[in-house]
């Protein structure tokens, strides 16, 4: 996935309310709200002085034109905005990435299903079977190599996880994929001390038959890379 116009570069003063950023543009000095699209806690990721990069909308109905994409923290490169990962995880599906989930002969996306839920890629032709893809946003490590989710307490992932296991009962499959988007990472755990209750889903979906892979990028100002799989140490 290539960004659709160059980022520009900043340094981030902080992050508040979640969704709003304040950063100072380099070069001019100027000083503008972002909106920042993650709900998580992105622990480790806020620092004050680290090196941003922002999209710049040419929406005139936006109230901020500037949206946080990219980090640099310990010279890893992360990215953070969670709108990305849907379409970064279907062009890795259709290149043949997760060979599990190759061969379908048909993809949507944000297809209703369960209570209240949409999945975020529906497969179907796979063997008579439809796969249900949930996929996750990961940023937080703290070990060398290794990241973890999630990285605050999350009740929708919970349910996320109770809805794919129905799935599986009632005969199509499911799979968890999990996006690392940072470049300083190849394998994937869970942050069960954050989050007990998602671990303890996590497992009991897993023992229905719940599919679990995860996905490492590259990572740059120009564009994000799906690379191949990490390993699930879970």
Known sequence: MEFEAPLVKGRLIKRYKRFLADVELEGSGEVITAHCANSGSMMGLTGEGIAVWLSNSNNPKRKLAYSWELLQVDGAMVGINTSRPNGLVEEALKAGAIPELSGFENLRREVKYGTNSRIDILLEGLEGKRVYVEVKNV??????????????????????????????????????????????????????????????????????????????????????????QARVEI
């Open 139 to 228: 940023t937080l490590s703290r070990e060398a190599g290794l990241a973890e989710f999630p990285d605050a307490v999350t009740a929708r992932g919970a349910k996320h996880l109770d809805e794919m296991g129905k799935v599986v009962e009632e005969g199509d499959r499911a799979a968890m994929v999990y996006l690392i988007q940072r470049d300083d990472c190849d394998r994937l755990s869970l942050a069960s001390d954050i989050d007990p209750k998602y671990a303890k889903c996590f497992e009991e979906a897993r023992a229905k038959g719940v599919e679990v892979y995860a996905l490492c990028c590259k990572i740059t100002p120009e564009r994000i890379e799906v690379t191949g």
